[in-house]
């Protein structure tokens, strides 16, 4: 299990629920606070993607039954994309309208593609496929033409979110070594590393709407997952949260002054909660014995 399989883990509790559901990465753009999207499951049952409102009331399931999840809403709220499991085993991408219906596949290859989020002109997206190693690919969602972001060897590159301002932050694991937050071009040029943290993981980076805020996870060896926020270049980092509990997969909402995010209970079991972006106002949303909710994600209405 490399380094951050161990720190996600603990996070939401158990490696299990994370092989189920991979840690989605999901940008928010500006716009009125809409409908919270987000993966539940359970150790017995398939995961499946869900929808709130943003005070947790009028909960719909959207997917269903094969396992999916890691929804991302596309810049004008209409649509979401998501990952599906397959009868081969494999992970494709699909996508369907914000009521859940119109189920539309996406990609249909012999690897796992996951953790998908929109582009900015809502007609590209970002995510990581993965063989023996995990690395990034945009596709056209007209023409279907896919084209490489990373190819780097012994590091993974996962959890791609694409700003505005078309640029796209992601996280790279070694094979040895630390989790690191970087930002790319789409075009695969101009790389920098943004944290540099020994024996600390820095994951689960989203962009605000602006895109001038990233905020963060950064968990020891043994989870304690806590929120931090830092300008796009690395600089102005500040730490959010700070209690006994793992908070991480935190998103801006459209209007930029709240996160939502999960707090693991251990046990396979985690929830989501919303606050201000200076860590007032904690309110829960969701409270489900013996499931999880990871993977939220803030839909903007235009």
Known sequence: MNSRARVLSVAIGAFAVV??????????????????????????GPTFIASMEPDGSDVQRLTGPKSAFGASWDPDGSRFIYSRTNNAGTVDLFMRNADGSNPTRVSDTDKDEFQVAFGPNGNRVVYQKCGFQCDLF????????????????????????WSVDNLIVFERSPRRGDIEVFTIHPNGTVETQLTHNRRRADVSASWDPAGTRIVYSRCGFEGNCELFTMDPDGSGKDRITNTSADEFDAKYSPNGRSFVFTRSRGEGNSDLFRMRTNGDQLQRLTNTPNRFEVSPDWQPVI
Do not use: C, K, W, Y
């Open 19 to 44: 092989l189920v559901t991979p840690i989605a990465s999901s940008a928010t753009f500006p716009g009125d606070n809409g409908r919270i999207i987000f993966s539940r499951g359970s150790f017995e």
């Open 138 to 161: 945009t596709r056209n969602l007209t023409t279907g033409n896919e084209a490489r972001v990373t190819d780097t060897g012994r590091a993974d590159e996962i959890a791609p979110q």
